[in-house]
């Protein structure tokens, strides 16, 4: 987030059905605001890392994160976090109280690009309202909240997710990135279409909340993954989406998923998947 302060919200009293909202906050981790070391807490939490990386240790067990990493913990599960980076990353923090919790498990996931983007916008909004004590701020910031708790919930499982037909322009896009292969330029994508690339950008991110460059990387890298899950070599899945340096592909690829193709293809998992339960 390029204009980045602090957020702190007490005493919400924002209620779903079976789950209470008790704080909000979004801050960078400091000594002097998060305890770093282990510790557990008697109600469940929900972390997004919208900036920077480190490790999060969830129950004994090492997790990286980096921008778009998110974490579900019912209560008393015990976590840490250590910095492996200069800049101090940036976290969204949201306390609960939730009675189906336990039902879950601790969890940790890396969250689609679009829903990161959701969640950067709505928490911009709640910067931008001021004082969030005044009763119509109160309001809004009360439905911000739930529909960051709904979109982080949802995109972790943890919520089953709504049901979403494509529009037609993501059909139309998706059809010619099928067609002209997975390195297409956005512009002969806009070109194709009949669209200046501008345009379609915008179009195109108020329909799906990407823009065509993040699906089509988005599209890219699935693609990338299923070559490697077939069991082709680094070079030939690399050479299958379009890349012709193997050594740039590799980057590009940890960068994705934060795996090398080699630890991917040996089975080390699958991030934007559920990691293994935890609890």
């Not at 993501?170 to 279409?193: H, M, S």
């Not at 108020?206 to 082709?232: H, I, K, M, N």
Request: contains cysteine.
């Amino acid at each position: 987030m390029k204009n980045y302060r602090p957020l702190l919200l007490r005493e919400l009293e924002v209620r779903l059905p079976g789950c209470r909202v008790r704080r909000l906050r979004l801050n960078r981790h400091l000594p002097d605001v998060d305890t770093l070391s282990e510790h557990a807490h008697g109600y469940s939490q929900i972390f997004v890392y919208v900036r920077g990386s480190g490790t999060l240790r969830v129950a004994g067990q090492a997790q990286p994160v980096g921008p778009g990493t998110a974490a579900f913990l019912p209560p008393r599960t015990v976590h840490a976090f250590e910095e492996t980076a200069r800049r101090r990353p940036i976290c969204l923090v949201i306390d609960l109280e939730w009675r189906g919790a336990k039902a879950h498990g601790a969890r940790v996931i890396r969250l689609p690009a679009s829903q990161l983007s959701t969640i950067r916008g709505v928490l911009s909004e709640m910067l931008a309202l001021g004082d969030p004590g005044q009763f119509a701020n109160r309001l809004t910031v009360s439905a911000a909240t739930l529909r960051l708790v709904d979109v982080v919930m949802r995109g972790m499982g943890v919520l089953p997710a709504p049901e979403r037909r494509p529009s037609a322009l993501q059909v139309r896009v998706e059809r010619e990135i099928e067609r002209a292969g997975a390195d297409v330029p956005v512009a002969a994508v806009a070109a194709a279409l009949g669209y200046q690339a501008d345009y379609l950008n915008r179009a195109f991110k108020r329909a799906t909340g990407l823009s065509v460059r993040e699906f089509r990387d988005a599209q890219r890298l699935a693609a990338a993954r299923l070559a490697l899950r077939r069991g082709l070599s680094v070079g030939a899945a690399a050479a299958e989406v379009g890349f012709v340096d193997l050594n740039y592909f590799c980057r590009w690829f940890k960068k994705g998923t934060g795996l090398t193709p080699g630890a991917y293809r040996a089975g080390g998992g699958k991030p934007g998947d559920p990691a293994p339960n935890l609890a």
